[in-house]
């Protein structure tokens, strides 16, 4: 499949990468339109320091479910998607509060907010 990759800063290049398999809780979504935002504008300009190369940006993604894992109930390959760039652990106390975005196990594939960091290609887990 075909992403940006950031090999190091001021060096992003489109290339193909290996299509991802999901696990049994993840989905892979094939993407129709992605925004590019100023988390990955930052990253590629050096001004956002927490990137791993090399990075696939692109996270605010809208597309279609290609595949899904074993034990992923509530869609299906087909339906359309918007998806977040964001992901939260759902049980802790400041999640059951509705304080989503200061949950400890959280996680981002932009880059900003949360202490985990994900590459934006990452399966996500539904």
Not at 27 to 34: D, S
Not at 60 to 75: H, L, P, R, Y
């Amino acid at each position: 499949m075909l992403a940006a990759v950031l090999h190091d800063y001021n060096k992003l290049v489109l290339e193909d990468v290996p299509k991802p398999t999901p696990g049994p809780t993840q989905v892979v979504i094939k993407v129709k339109a992605t925004g590019v935002c100023a988390t990955d504008w930052k990253a590629v300009r050096g001004k956002r320091r927490n990137v791993v190369f090399p990075a696939i940006l692109g996270h605010e993604n809208a597309g279609v479910v290609a595949e899904v894992g074993s034990v992923v109930k509530g869609c299906r390959p087909g339906d359309e998607v918007i998806l977040s760039p964001r992901g939260y652990c759902g049980i802790c106390e400041t999640c059951r509060l509705g304080l989503l975005n200061y949950c400890k196990d959280g996680f981002s594939t932009g880059g900003d907010g949360a202490n985990r960091v994900l590459p934006a290609g990452s399966p996500s887990t539904w």
